[in-house]
């Protein structure tokens, strides 16, 4: 099956200084779309990102990502932390499988924004 | 904004009672499914379905069924609920397109089993 592999844990980022989430993942399956959500405390996940395009960047609030299927990675980056951004952040990976698209995520990483 | 609503918000279940939660969403979306968040293991999917009367098991089945009864409900049943199986329970939905759709998620539900 598929899995996602992010940055694990905890990564803390001082306001103003970029970021950067890794997520690498493996498939067996070739219509794949990549994702990252974001989920605020006591708030759902939401979507921040998809891509399904090998080498081209794709970008939102400020967020950029770019798919490397030669790699197999998906890394979420930002040049310049705010507060706000402080959120738990999952990587994750659509394929269609029993006639259902399926998302897998991967654990999750909790981003904290520092004064 | 597509809306994913799920009930109840919260449950307390003693061991060995049978628990069912229920989500609901009115944006006729083909793909639902039901998601656990647990700190160390993020999302993990557990059931998901295509469509009304179809079911599937996702990468953490056991403990939990699941039942489709129509586009717009998808249900998670626990028939002998355990403390393991205490947790947020997120139910999503999306689709019916390319696997590029994004999913909307509920908010979620919070099981307690004493």
């Known amino acids: 099956g598929d899995s996602v592999t992010q940055t694990e844990g905890l990564v803390t980022v001082t306001e103003g200084l970029p970021v950067k989430l890794n997520c690498t993942y493996q498939?067996?399956?070739?219509?794949?779309?990549f994702f990252w959500y974001v989920q605020y405390l006591n708030e759902a996940p939401q979507v921040l990102l998809k891509?399904?395009?090998?080498?081209k960047r794709t970008e939102h609030q400020g967020f950029h990502a770019t798919l490397h299927k030669s790699s197999s990675s998906f890394h979420l980056q930002k040049s310049s932390a705010q507060l706000s951004d402080s959120a738990l952040y999952y990587c994750a990976l659509s394929d269609r499988t029993e006639g259902a698209d399926r998302l897998t995520f991967g654990k999750g990483t909790q981003l904290i924004i520092q004064p | 904004e597509a809306a994913v609503t799920q009930s109840p918000r919260n449950k307390v279940a003693v061991t060995g009672g049978k628990v069912t939660l229920s989500c609901n969403q009115t944006?006729?979306?083909?793909?639902m499914y039901w998601y656990r968040q647990d700190t160390g293991h993020g999302l993990r999917l557990i059931h998901y379905?295509?469509?009304?009367?179809?079911?599937e098991k996702g990468d953490i089945p056991d403990g939990y069924k699941a039942s489709r009864p129509s586009q717009e409900n998808f249900s998670l049943i626990l028939e002998l609920a355990t403390p393991s199986q205490t947790s947020v329970y997120f139910c999503?939905?999306?689709?019916?397109?390319?696997?590029?759709?994004?999913?909307?998620f509920g908010k979620g539900t919070r099981l307690t089993v004493v």
């Open positions: 999503a939905s999306g689709g019916p397109g390319q696997c590029n759709t994004e999913v909307f």
């Open positions: 944006n006729n979306h083909n793909n």
């Open positions: 498939t067996t399956y070739l219509t794949i779309a």
């Open positions: 891509s399904s395009t090998d080498n």
């Open positions: 379905s295509y469509g009304a009367g179809s079911t």
